[in-house]
């Protein structure tokens, strides 16, 4: 699992007005421009590419603020 695929995601679905490219992997996505609507599309897209489902304990704005946290999310998932 790769941040890359992460990144791919938030590319196709996050709906950012800045690159994500740009972005630290630190970087808060509200911030950069990630509506709460938007991270609904973002978190289903996650879980079909990476064939997982966040639980309910897992459906805050915290789990998806970063690609880091994000990352952590889905390796506690898969491990």
Same mark, same amino acid.
């Given at each position: 699992m790769?941040?890359?695929?992460?990144?791919?995601?938030?590319?196709?679905?996050?709906?950012?007005?800045?690159?994500?490219?740009? &972005?630290? !992997?630190?970087a808060? #996505?509200?911030?950069?421009?990630?509506t709460?609507?938007? @991270? *609904?599309?973002?978190m289903?897209? &996650?879980e !079909?590419?990476?064939d #997982?489902?966040f639980?309910?304990?897992?459906?805050?704005? @915290? *789990?998806?603020?970063?690609?880091?946290?994000? !990352?952590a999310?889905?390796?506690?998932?898969?491990?």
């Open positions: 790769s941040k890359e695929q992460i990144r791919q995601v938030l590319k196709e679905h996050g709906k950012f007005s800045a690159d994500i490219d740009s &972005l630290a !992997d630190n808060d #996505l509200y911030e950069a421009g990630m709460s609507h938007a @991270s *609904v599309n973002v289903l897209a &996650l !079909d590419a990476f #997982l489902e639980p309910d304990r897992m459906l805050k704005r @915290s *789990v998806f603020e970063s690609i880091n946290a994000i !990352d999310a889905i390796q506690e998932l898969m491990a």
